[in-house]
T-cell receptor, first 111, second 112 residues
Framework: KAGVTQTPRYLIKTRGQQVTLSCSPI?????VSWYQQTPGQGLQFLFE???????NKGNFPGRFSGRQFSNSRSEMNVSTLELGDSALYLC??????????FGPGTRLTVL | QQPVQSPQAVILREGEDAVINCSSS?????VHWYRQKHGEAPVFLMI?????EQKGHEKISASFNEKKQQSSLYLTASQLSYSGTYFC?????????????FGQGTTLQVKP
């Protein structure tokens, strides 16, 4: 069974730009959660989607948004990028909900 | 609200045992344990649910004290491959919600 896939794997943007990251969950998994990982703040929950609906949201500004499609694939968008948005963005899928399986992440660098 | 992990770091020799603790100030529905190696994604190790159910790798054991809101991960007869950073993630819903709050991590280094 294929694992969680995320695209792109690496991304370099400049301040003020916007970015869209994609996550394809494990086949049959309908919940997708997004996390931001930085050396200073660790792993922080962004939001979670199930059946195309955002069920939970973390404490991030409105510049961070997401959506989920009918095939359970999910995207997250960050608008007006700031230097502090540089991070590894991870998505995790679950059936739901029990164990979550993480994708390889997208490494975003904001210059 | 972030769970507290202890110790922050531990160094072992192959074959030695280690215990990693995770403590929360809020009521827990479940505790999830992951290991992350440098440059890789976190890998699921175990989930412990309120009521006693647990699922995970055969060679990993853990405990969940609902009353104390604590969990411990037991690594026995450590191998070099156990090296990495261990995270506990806690779910504070009335059932699993898909929203995990992670501790700051425990770095484990196993030496030959």
């Amino acid at each position: 069974k294929a694992g969680v896939t995320q695209t792109p794997r690496y991304l370099i943007k400049t301040r003020g730009q916007q970015v869209t990251l994609s996550c394809s969950p494990i086949s049959g998994h309908r919940s997708v959660s997004w996390y931001q990982q930085t050396p200073g703040q660790g792993l922080q929950f962004l939001f979670e989607y199930f059946s195309e609906t955002q069920r939970n949201k973390g404490n991030f500004p409105g510049r961070f948004s997401g959506r989920q499609f009918s095939n359970s694939r999910s995207e997250m968008n960050v608008s007006t990028l700031e230097l502090g948005d540089s991070a590894l963005y991870l998505c995790a899928s679950s059936i739901p909900y029990n164990e979550q399986f993480f994708g390889p992440g997208t490494r975003l660098t904001v210059l | 609200q972030q769970p507290v992990q202890s110790p922050q770091a531990v160094i072992l020799r192959e074959g030695e045992d280690a215990v990693i603790n995770c403590s929360s100030s809020k009521a827990l529905y479940s505790v999830h344990w992951y290991r992350q190696k440098h440059g890789e994604a976190p890998v699921f190790l175990m989930i412990l649910l309120k009521g006693g159910e647990q699922k995970g790798h055969e060679k990993i054991s853990a405990s969940f004290n609902e009353k104390k809101q604590q969990s411990s991960l037991y690594l026995t007869a450590s191998q070099l491959s156990y090296s990495g950073t261990y995270f506990c993630g806690t779910d504070h819903g009335s059932s699993n919600t898909g929203k995990l709050i992670f501790g700051q991590g425990t770095t484990l280094q196993v030496k030959p």
